[in-house]
């Protein structure tokens, strides 16, 4: 069984930065795409950036021009990089892995973002 394990969330101030970091539990996996899903309270999950194996990238709107997603070369882990945050960005931010053929989906188990004062 294969698990993703983000690290990087935590507390900043508004306009502040944050790094996540998500790594499967299994270096020989590699993942199809690769992305960055978040909860904030009240809400339904929704998707904030995707990598595919290409190297491709696609962002929500709300956070186009402030957040960058990479990966490493072996695809098992991927990053985000999230600037000039604001109080709408705090959520619980989860990394999403999928497999090339079967498709399987793997989640990780959030890590906490805020973003206050």
């Known amino acids: 069984q294969v698990q993703l394990v983000e690290s990087g969330g935590g507390l900043v101030q508004p306009g502040g930065s944050l790094r996540l970091s998500c790594r499967a539990s299994?270096?020989?996996?590699?993942?199809?795409?690769l992305g960055w899903y978040r909860q904030a309270p009240g809400k339904e999950r929704e998707f904030v950036a995707i990598?595919?194996?290409?190297?491709?990238?696609r962002y929500a709107q709300s956070v186009q021009g402030r957040f960058s997603i990479s990966r490493n070369k072996l695809n098992n882990a991927v990053f985000l990089q999230m600037d000039n945050l604001t109080s709408e960005d705090t959520a619980v931010y989860y990394c999403?892995?999928?497999?090339?053929?079967?498709?399987?989906?793997?989640w990780g188990q959030g890590t906490q973002v805020t973003v206050s004062t």
């Open positions: 299994r270096t020989t996996i590699m993942f199809n795409t």
């Open positions: 990598i595919g194996g290409g190297g491709h990238t």
């Open positions: 999403n892995g999928r497999l090339p053929g079967t498709g399987a989906e793997y």
